[in-house]
């Protein structure tokens, strides 16, 4: 069965480092997600992204975030200069047309030092 | 905005019983999904469950079955003959179905479940 992939599944960066998570959503999906979990909190959504943009962003997703999708494979989410407070699980999903079926990838843990 | 609560932060089952999580929403949409997922400590995340607005049927995956009262915006979870594999968070969520929201699903805080042997 298909599935989303994320890369790597545990990630320890310095405060003020740029990082980049990666996920390989599932083929012939059309919509990429990125949402985050921290420790001990509720899931929340930070973007997503169709057509090669951007279709929705909440508030968390300031200008130290960005995402790309580099090939017609890969699905990434930058961080360019980590907070102690961006200490997260970060999961990667994605879907067909709808939103009635979204898959998620496993996570990422993202612990800042 | 769309909201969702899950007024239990805590829950228990003995093995083999059944147990029921809540779970409410606040949405001005009509067309909707509304998902169950499991998050053992490994924190994947598991869909274990997804009702379907305009669906009037409560759906049913195995031992796990939804009580869907649109009217009242109540979405709860019955988990029968409970196992101790079924110990984990479990978050209620919602999604538009329509407009350029694909995907972008509103979470609840979570009830954690523990199953007692």
């Known amino acids: 069965e298909p599935e989303v992939t994320q890369t790597p599944s545990h990630q320890v960066t310095q405060m003020g480092q740029e990082v980049i998570l990666r996920c390989v959503p599932i083929s012939n999906h059309l919509y990429f997600y990125w949402y985050r979990q921290i420790l001990g909190q509720k899931v929340e959504f930070l973007v997503s992204?169709?057509?090669?943009?951007?279709?929705?962003k909440s508030e968390i997703f300031d200008d130290q975030f960005s995402v790309e999708r580099p090939d017609g494979s890969n699905f990434t989410l930058k961080i360019r200069s980590t907070k102690l407070e961006d200490s997260a699980m970060y999961f990667c999903a994605s879907s067909g047309t709808g939103g009635k079926n979204i898959d998620f990838g496993d996570g990422t843990r993202l612990s800042i030092l | 905005a769309q909201t969702v609560t899950q007024s239990q932060p805590e829950m228990s089952v003995q093995e083999a019983e059944t147990v029921t999580l809540s779970c409410t929403y606040d949405?001005?949409?009509?067309?909707?999904?509304l998902f169950w997922y499991k998050q053992p400590p490994s924190r994947q995340m598991i869909l274990v469950i997804r009702q379907e607005a305009y669906k009037q049927q409560n759906a049913t995956e195995n031992r796990f079955s939804v009580n869907f009262q649109k009217a009242a915006k109540s979405f709860s979870l019955k988990i029968s003959d409970s196992q101790l594999g079924d110990a984990a968070m479990y978050f209620c969520?919602?999604?538009?179905?329509?407009?350029?929201?694909?995907?972008?699903?509103?979470f609840g805080q979570g009830t954690i479940l523990t199953v007692h042997p």
């Open positions: 949405t001005s949409e009509s067309d909707y999904y």
């Open positions: 969520a919602y999604n538009h179905a329509g407009g350029t929201s694909y995907g972008k699903l509103t």
């Open positions: 992204f169709y057509n090669n943009e951007i279709s929705e």
